[in-house]
């Protein structure tokens, strides 16, 4: 999806732009930033305009994507940005166009369905001395399939916290497509833990459509509720 900005600034000049747009009924998300002096994007004339383009997921959202975040930087470290109202007065007093209408027959608008989340293993890490949890996760995302996500572990009662990314290339069974993908990752205790009782406290989990869900441990069964370590 191409977007050109039109921009000045009359001392250092600009240097960086970051810009964000958002399918409101799927809360779908993409951005793109443009680097001035890295390529050859434009000057920033009315007819020369700055140039570059959201990439969006072949299962992206059909529906309305607008603009929700402007943020231009100078060379000097300056900066303005835009959004909320700000944006689209921004926007109307500009004539600029904020909202692009897609229509996607291959859409996946679906969350990634959490099956199960299993406590393998909990043991010392003979390198550093501290626990070393082993997970196992099964998600159904049929569609978009899994993109990559988050569990976080607290200790019972309060006393610590860290938590541990998951990402494709954890998968051990099934497919990034399927109904049953198991995906296993190994999380270190952070240094100075205390032994105890530690739970999986909250988890988050993105699709490759953009598709998210988050869940904390008093809103799932599907959560390992206590370990010992």
Not at 65 to 83: E, H, M, Q, R, V
Request: hydrophobic share 35%.
């Amino acid at each position: 999806m191409p977007v050109s900005i039109e921009a000045s600034d009359l001392l250092s000049g600009i240097g960086y732009a970051h810009l964000q747009i958002r399918e409101a009924n799927s809360g779908q998300s993409a951005s793109t930033g443009l680097f001035w002096g890295y390529n050859d994007i434009g000057t920033g004339t009315s007819t020369d305009p700055f140039k570059n383009h959201f990439t969006l997921s072949e299962y992206a959202a059909s529906g309305d994507w607008s603009l929700t975040d402007i943020w231009l930087y100078d060379k000097a470290g300056n900066s303005i940005s835009f959004y909320n109202s700000e944006l689209s007065a921004f926007l109307i007093a500009s004539g600029s166009n904020g909202t692009v209408v897609i229509s996607n027959p291959n859409e996946d608008v679906s969350d990634p369905d959490p099956q199960a989340i299993r406590l393998i293993t909990s043991t010392t890490d003979d390198a550093t001395g501290r626990a070393l949890i082993t997970l196992e996760l099964e998600i159904d995302e049929q569609n978009a399939g899994f993109s990559h996500g988050w569990v976080y572990l607290d200790k019972t009662g309060g006393g610590g916290s860290f938590k541990t990314y998951i990402e494709q290339s954890n998968l051990i069974s099934g497919t990034l497509h399927g109904s049953s993908g198991i995906y296993r990752i190994s999380a270190l205790a952070p240094e100075g833990y205390s032994d105890g009782d530690w739970e999986i406290s909250w988890f988050e989990l993105w699709d490759q459509a953009g598709n998210h869900i988050s869940r904390s441990e008093e809103h799932t069964s599907e959560l390992q509720s206590q370990f010992r370590i």
